[in-house]
């Protein structure tokens, strides 16, 4: 089985990158051939820093390996390394029509928070598609956001293989049923986000053990008293539920059981705990990761060569598909 999925290296790691990306990461690795890209062309289609840019990449590909992402096992690399991706791209716009890009949910949440909106923001999902396809990849682990822009690189798979034959496998998303989509702490009816989310209500990757466990206390609730997962009534109380498990592995139907009639209180100081244990390992690798900056390169390096060798004869048969003239 054939498996990829990307991550943006701009903007900082939160607990919501965790449960909706890294973990699966680690647990779909076992399973198949696993492709990992930190997707840097993505985050120049809004307004970014250059130097962010060059830093940010180096910080998610030490998280990802930080987070349980064995060299050995998968291979990881930087999109911007193997140039089959923007090639892939361009030749899938063919195939992909305006009316999809513009119906696209994420385009349009995005498009209204920037003064300037590029292009590459409407076009964003074809890149994504070329990402996936380019790997002729049977499963994507993504969180939930991802569902529309998973199903959109479906149909752009089953247009090109009815216009130019059978090349591309037609992917499917694994979306995780616990965890898919981590709300803020403060707003349990947003997105926990370093762009969108509130300050307390996003739990980064890298905070410090005592924040981790005061942005729980604070978390917000509701006005009742039981600890159940019932996200339509209970959003605050249901994420904190889905957080616990994420970080402990215990089903939820346990965790009610466990707090049934202990009131908000305790509960809120107990996941904010589990999250500093799950967290304080990961950051301790992380910071020896980044101690040792010529071998992420190395690695890196290693995981585009992979890359382009799986990647290449692909985009090759495109071009010979669509009737390009080859050298």
Known sequence: MRIFSGIQPTGDKTLGNY???????????ERGDAFFCIVDLHSITVEYDADDLRESTLALAAMLFATGLDPERSTVFVQSHVDAHAQAAWLLTSVTSFGELRRMTQFK?????????SAGLFEYPVLMAGDILL?????????????????LTRDIAERFNRRFGELFVVPEAEIPEIGGRIMDLQEPENRMSTTRGTPQGTVRMLDEPDVIRRKFKSAVTDSGTEVRHVPEEKPGISNLLEIMSVSTGEPIPELEARYDGSGYGQFKEDVGEAVVQLLVPIQERYEQLRAGEAELHALLARGAEKARASSEPVLDEMYERMGFVRP
């Open 19 to 29: 449960s909706g990306a890294f973990r699966q990461y680690v647990a779909t690795q």
């Open 135 to 151: 790997y002729k990849t049977d499963v994507v682990p993504v969180g939930d956001d991802q569902r529309q822009h998973l199903e």
């Open 109 to 117: 949440e995005k498009s209204e928070q920037h003064e300037f909106v």
